[in-house]
Nanobody, 112 residues
Framework: QVQLVESGGGLVQAGGSLRLSCAAS????????VAWSRQAPGNEREFVAS????????EYADSVKGRFTISRDNAKKTVYLQMNSLKPEDTAVYYC?????WGQGTQVTVSS
């Protein structure tokens, strides 16, 4: 079993930055990928970015490429999402997940 706890959300003006953290406990195995997803009110949950736990492979949604960067610290079992040049349409609850395990989410609000 894996527990995931997100933090770092908040209110920021358009063009600003935030860094989200996802602290994991439990067993994350070599082939896992840890990912971020987000859900805005009235919208379906959408993929944002992922990173391999044992390699440096990353993937990004087209909507965040060039603005968001995902990284990890294996020793701390933490995955980060650095979000720059934020836009109002980035407003959502951000979740991290691995396999079938999800965190509780952290709210990001970008004001125009």
């Amino acid at each position: 079993q894996v527990q995931l706890v997100e933090s770092g959300g908040g209110l920021v003006q358009a063009g600003g930055s935030l860094r989200l953290s996802c602290a994991a406990s439990g067993r994350i195995v070599r082939g896992d990928a840890v990912a971020w997803s987000r859900q805005a009110p009235g919208n379906e949950r959408e993929f944002v970015a992922s990173i391999g736990w044992s390699d440096s492979s990353t993937e990004y949604a087209d909507s965040v490429k060039g603005r968001f960067t995902i990284s990890r610290d294996n020793a701390k079992k933490t995955v980060y999402l650095q979000m720059n040049s934020l836009k109002p349409e980035d407003t959502a609850v951000y979740y991290c997940y691995v396999r079938r395990y999800w965190g509780q989410g952290t709210q990001v609000t970008v004001s125009s």
